[in-house]
């Protein structure tokens, strides 16, 4: 409708993720002030108002600026998302339940894909303004569940001094200790400001956290959605050659894959390898898998397109995993805050990947193994980085400070 190029369709994926960007940003900082559920909520409400809203855009840089809000909007309620939850749960169960709910996010892609087979099957026809609306549906939905359902953080009101509330806090969740047992006055530090806040996050105890996971969400970012991208661009490519399923459907079945992903991420993350182990082999299949990709250009597809749907997969456990192991490596002091500085800095991935594939595409005459060497490339850098980042934190109780951090983050 908009009869725009290649370049300009990325830039339209890119704006979400540059939204979500400054939104984890705007969120890590709401959620350590003003508390974990209204932003969580704030993101529910405005994802559904602005991703409506796009179906109105009546043209290409008013649909990029729709994009970009939504992205604020869903980027906000990220860090406090993960901080919540982690902080809601006892460390036995904590691992297991946030793969369950990580396990959403590809049913969250499968309807979106349903969506297509909808209104775009072929991916590049068809009507657009009602795949809008679609999208929003599931913020409709979750938006009175969440209102109703979810409480503020005990953890995060207990390290605010807002004692009776902790405590109806933990007694809604059945628990009768008092929130002072989570974290002693003595041991609590003020949150300071958010300048205070990011400067800790680079004290020595918690820089190589920092920086390690801040390389990992651009990893994931990159590999996850540049994936994504790559598929539903070369699928439509190669409709003659796989006409058995539209183009539509074959990101449904790659979305698909996604879930086999979770599980081995709940599998790994349970597993005696530890984290550091377990991110390791998974980058190593990653790599793999990248180089495998580079089959595209030579119209191998009885190798590209498996090769795909298990790089979803593999894709997908990376990215649960180390969103997993995140949320509980930063102590209470600085949690929220440092949650959302590394998934905005990892948005460096997500923004960066559609606009390298298109590029790589116009360079090399539609050809995209360079794209798909340098996702490998970043794999390999992957592997060699994780044995630098303290992130064992396997079967042990949250930190509520920096120094307790660095003493059991390794």
């Not at 298109?358 to 060497?373: D, M």
């Amino acid at each position: 409708e908009y009869d725009v190029s290649a370049l300009d369709r990325s830039l339209m994926v890119s704006a979400v993720f540059v939204g979500v960007t400054i939104g984890g940003l705007l969120g890590g900082i709401a959620g350590d002030r003003y508390g974990r559920r209204p932003a969580v909520l704030s993101s529910y409400f405005f994802v559904g108002l602005f991703g409506t809203l796009c179906c109105l855009a009546p043209g290409l840089y008013s649909m990029i600026f729709m994009r970009f809000l939504l992205g604020i909007s869903f980027g906000v309620g990220v860090p406090s998302g993960m901080a919540l939850l982690v902080e809601f749960l006892p460390t036995n169960r904590r691992d297991a339940v946030n793969n369950i709910v990580f396990a959403f996010f590809p049913l969250g892609e499968m309807f979106a894909a349903l969506g297509c087979m909808f209104f775009m099957p072929t991916l590049d026809k068809g009507d657009w303004r009602p795949l809008c609306v679609w999208a929003a549906v599931p913020a409709y939905i979750l938006f009175p569940i969440a209102l109703l359902t979810i409480r503020e953080s005990p953890r995060w009101l207990q390290i605010n001094r807002r004692f009776p509330e902790a405590q109806e806090a933990l007694a809604w969740l059945g628990k009768e200790e008092s929130p002072t047992e989570i974290c002693t006055p003595r041991e609590m530090q003020p949150l300071g400001s958010a300048g205070e806040r990011l400067r800790r996050m680079f004290d020595p105890d918690l820089r190589a956290t920092t920086l390690g996971f801040c390389y990992f969400c651009i990893i994931a970012n990159f590999l996850y959605y540049g994936q994504s991208y790559a598929q539903a661009q070369t699928f439509g490519g190669i409709e003659g050659s796989m006409d058995f399923v539209s183009p539509a459907g074959q990101l449904l079945i790659s979305c698909a894959f996604e879930l086999p992903g979770s599980l081995v991420a709940a599998v790994l993350i349970q597993s005696p390898w530890g984290y550091s182990r377990s991110l390791q082999a998974v980058l190593a299949v990653t790599f793999i898998l990248c180089i495998m990709l580079i089959t595209v250009d030579y119209q191998l597809y009885a190798v590209f397109v498996p090769a795909s749907y298990v790089m979803k997969g593999v894709s997908s456990s990376f990215f649960v995993f180390t969103y997993v192991v995140m949320a509980t490596v930063f102590p209470t002091s600085v949690r929220n805050i440092a949650l959302g500085f590394c998934v905005s800095v990892g948005r460096i991935g997500s923004i960066s990947a559609p606009i390298i594939f298109e590029l790589v595409g116009e360079i090399e005459q539609r050809k995209h193994a360079l794209f798909f060497v340098l996702s490998a490339i970043a794999a390999a850098g992957g592997i060699l980085v994780v044995p630098y980042v303290p992130c064992e934190m396997k079967g042990k109780p949250l930190n509520d400070t920096e120094a307790a951090a660095g003493e059991c983050g390794g």
